[in-house]
């Protein structure tokens, strides 16, 4: 029997394969903090697992910059068979210590492949608008996930939880489009500039962060997994606001958005203030939104640039050294020295705003038309 596969070109398949592989990832690494906390691990090491989810980006995204069309469509299929894997597995109870540290390991270094695969074919799609609905298509699920997960996880128990990843990661196999085309490279269209990635970075702070050290502080505080689960949720349905903004804003310069991505992505600095309730969500809400901002319109931008793949690599290398010092450095001082110590993982970005508010640095400019090389 010939094998069914979905053109990446149709317009809907690619959304939907964005909404399930983020559904089955989202819902499965929620599950990390909250069951790594269960199993008595502290701030500390629960920061420096977190790595193993990002680490993998700066590889792949390298290695992939020469990649061809058959590595794109096998980037595209594995992470859901490695997902469906990892969640028989643990819904046959190996969620011990030992197991679960390589589930975890393991389900990281390649659900990262499926992300830097579908952000270089948003590049070379060529299609407006492209990185900004990818942007929307997996943050808008995302905003649904966490409250779900939460009441499951508080009523139900982690298996519940497994066993829809399992669901949906079977779907998102079946429906997964591929690439039927080699795409050639294209003559650069606009000069990448550094600068503008870096927020990728803060995004990365943020969200490493919010994830790894925040979510366990905030269990071991007796805060119930419901209440987790509407907080990670305020934090995501902000992320997806913000990608649906920067998808219709009229803004087209580039500084703008990164000057603000990087105020907000800080925002949880105001827990200097205070460790309660209003203050968690002003903070999630706030960084949420501007840490989408950051994704969507800096891929956007890269997608102008010569080559996705060389761009994805800078804006893959820039989020995970962002995500590992939040989850990684902030666990450190959170757990030798204080919460409210570990907060100045977020001061980098505030000076990093007010650097480029004072620069007379503009966007990059055009230089040459798409044309093929």
Excluded: C
């Excluded at 200097?272 to 931008?301: E, Q, R, T």
């Amino acid at each position: 029997m010939r094998h069914i596969s979905f053109d990446i070109e149709e317009p809907y398949f690619f959304p939907i394969s964005t909404i399930l592989f983020s559904m089955g990832w989202f819902w499965l690494s929620f599950t990390f903090p909250l069951r790594l906390v269960s199993l008595h691990y502290n701030f500390f090491q629960i920061g420096a697992i977190g790595t193993s989810s990002s680490l993998p980006f700066i590889l792949i995204s390298y290695l992939y910059r020469k990649s061809r069309k058959h590595h794109l469509n096998m980037a595209l299929r594995i992470p859901f068979i490695v997902m469906i894997i990892a969640s028989v597995l643990l819904l046959l109870g190996l969620d011990n210590s030992g197991a679960y540290l390589l589930i975890i390991i393991f389900t990281g270094f390649f659900q990262s492949m499926w992300w830097i695969s579908a952000e270089i074919e948003t590049g070379l799609l060529e299609k407006d608008g492209m990185a900004e609905k990818y942007s929307a298509a997996w943050a808008i699920p995302t905003g649904l996930f966490p409250l779900f997960s939460g009441a499951m996880l508080q009523y139900v128990g982690f298996y519940s939880v497994y066993l829809l990843v399992l669901v949906v990661s079977i779907i998102g196999l079946i429906l997964q489009p591929l690439d039927r085309k080699e795409r050639p490279k294209r003559k650069a269209k606009m000069k990448l500039s550094y600068m503008m990635i870096v927020p990728m970075s803060f995004s990365g702070v943020g969200m490493g962060f919010i994830i790894f050290v925040l979510v366990p502080i905030i269990r071991t505080g007796n805060y119930s997994y419901f209440l987790i689960g509407i907080l990670l949720t305020i934090y995501w349905v902000m992320f997806a606001a913000g990608s649906v903004v920067a998808t219709f804003s009229g803004i087209s310069e580039q500084k703008k958005f990164t000057i603000l991505s990087s105020i907000l992505s800080a925002f949880p600095v105001i827990l200097l203030f205070g460790f309660n309730v209003p203050l968690l969500i002003i903070a999630l809400s706030v960084s949420g939104f501007g840490s989408s901002m950051g994704f969507s319109k800096i891929l956007s931008y890269i997608n102008k640039t010569g080559s996705p793949r060389d761009g994805v690599f800078f804006y893959e290398s820039f989020f995970s050294f962002g995500f590992v010092s939040g989850a990684f450095v902030g666990g450190v001082l959170a757990y030798f020295v204080s919460l409210k110590l570990s907060l100045i993982v977020f001061i980098p970005a505030i000076l990093f705003a007010i650097f480029m508010m004072l620069s007379k640095s503009s966007d990059p400019v055009v230089l040459v038309s798409a044309n093929l090389e």
